[in-house]
């Protein structure tokens, strides 16, 4: 075999420590670019001549601002200003994070002009803003106009003071997906005729004058977590498929309503006056039932005795799925008997119980024996499951079941009902 020359060699090893990753096409290193931190990807400019620009054509934005970096809020602040500045391409995500004790007021105000900018001058489409001040600091605040964007498609806001018109997507046509979580929502209105999802966890809304009202009539999946202050109002979703909301005890929101029979915070027997008094969050309630009314699965956890108007009920004409808490069996099951009245194509209906209340068949609401029951325990099939022990699966009356011994003992316990035809079972 014959030998290589000397020249061969020395042409493959000059090949071999060429720049290969500069001879990738410029769309595949604007691409990497983006999955950079944005201070690293613009380091990138002194690695060789035909580097300089690369950054400034890179479609994603990563912002991360940590303990472990050494940044001054002004040097942060004129990087971003910068950076803003002289991007050229509309940017397909934006993310802009600060830990919590690393943001100051000043930079706060430098963000609102970040955000801004990333959805009017970059055409962000997807935009996530997390930014936790240090503790007794006022929170970022985003206000004023409506923000303006045929290409946001998806928001996520983190620790963020909204007020003003800016939850009006209006003029934010291709948006779909939104989530705000721990922040402090001062606004009349969140509409938008485009969303389809909507996730708000731990919110806190205005306290003050009217309960804020969602209008998203396109709306497919709706999260409501643990919102403070008043409920929001809900109007009607008819396209709503998936629908979950938690709620808490009044005292949770409120101090002013303590828990009467807890000694420690925050916890509740769900029977007090504190716990279950019609201020302004409970009376916000039961507007939420009709916002939900087009849900096909609906899963409803609330405090014990929230939802024992049962003149508030509309039909639930396409709920198939339903996940209730215990709520649900005050009154001797008046609540429980109401839903199902309101169900007429309910197809499974699932109840938690905590095995927290001993004295939950006690709850607010009508509990008069003479009170005429509709009758429809004879159309359910019963599936419990304590725990681990076996299921059992046998035709029930719901006025034969005792509750409170059956969790008397229990940290946790489902109950399911599958509704089969009776001509079925026949």
């Not at 991360?64 to 995500?93: E, K, Q, Y």
């Not at 199902?340 to 309910?346: E, N």
């Not at 024996?369 to 359910?380: C, D, F, G, I, Q």
């Amino acid at each position: 075999m014959p030998l290589e020359s000397d020249d061969e060699t020395l042409a493959e090893e000059e090949a071999a420590s060429l720049d290969r990753i500069s001879a990738l096409p410029d769309e595949v290193i604007h691409h990497v670019l983006g999955l950079l931190p944005a201070p690293e990807a613009v380091r990138t400019s002194v690695l060789a001549r035909g580097w300089r620009h690369h950054w400034k054509s890179m479609r994603s934005l990563q912002l991360t601002v940590s303990d472990g970096m050494v940044l001054s809020a002004d040097w942060l602040n004129r990087f971003m200003g910068r950076l803003l500045r002289d991007l050229r391409a509309p940017l397909d995500v934006c993310d802009i994070y600060v830990e919590e004790g690393l943001c100051d007021d000043v930079t706060a105000l430098d963000a609102y002009r970040w955000v801004r900018q990333a959805v009017s001058k970059h055409h962000a489409r997807e935009l996530m803003v997390d930014l936790e001040l240090a503790y007794e600091q006022s929170s970022f605040a985003l206000a004023g106009q409506p923000l303006v964007s045929r290409h946001l498609t998806r928001l996520e806001l983190y620790y963020v003071l909204l007020k003003g018109r800016v939850l009006d997507f209006s003029r934010c046509t291709a948006l779909e997906d939104l989530v705000l979580c721990k922040c402090d929502i001062d606004t009349n209105n969140i509409s938008s005729q485009s969303l389809k999802h909507l996730r708000i966890e731990h919110c806190d809304f205005c306290r003050k004058g009217s309960p804020t009202c969602i209008s998203a009539p396109n709306l497919v999946s709706l999260k409501l977590e643990h919102p403070l202050g008043a409920v929001p109002v809900l109007q009607m979703m008819p396209v709503l498929k998936r629908a979950t909301v938690e709620l808490q005890c009044n005292h949770y929101y409120n101090f002013d309503y303590p828990c009467h029979k807890s000694e420690r915070n925050r916890e509740c027997c769900g029977l007090c006056e504190g716990c279950t008094g019609s201020d302004a969050h409970s009376r916000g309630c039961c507007m939420l039932f009709h916002g939900l009314s087009s849900a096909t699965h609906l899963e409803l956890i609330v405090p014990l005795a929230k939802f024992t108007d049962f003149k508030c009920y509309p039909t639930f004409s396409k709920l198939r799925t339903l996940l209730l808490g215990e709520w649900c069996l005050a009154a001797n099951l008046h609540a429980l008997i109401c839903i199902l009245q309101h169900a007429p194509v309910l197809e499974n209906l699932t109840i938690e119980l905590k095995g927290l209340h001993k004295n939950t068949m006690e709850l607010e609401g009508s509990n008069n024996p003479t009170l005429e029951m509709p009758a429809v325990s004879e159309h359910l099939m019963f599936m419990g499951q304590v725990t681990k022990s076996a299921v059992l699966l046998d035709p029930i009356s719901l006025d034969s079941l005792d509750y409170d011994d059956l969790t008397s003992s229990l940290d946790f316990f489902i109950i399911s009902y599958y509704f089969d035809s009776i001509s079925d079972q026949k």
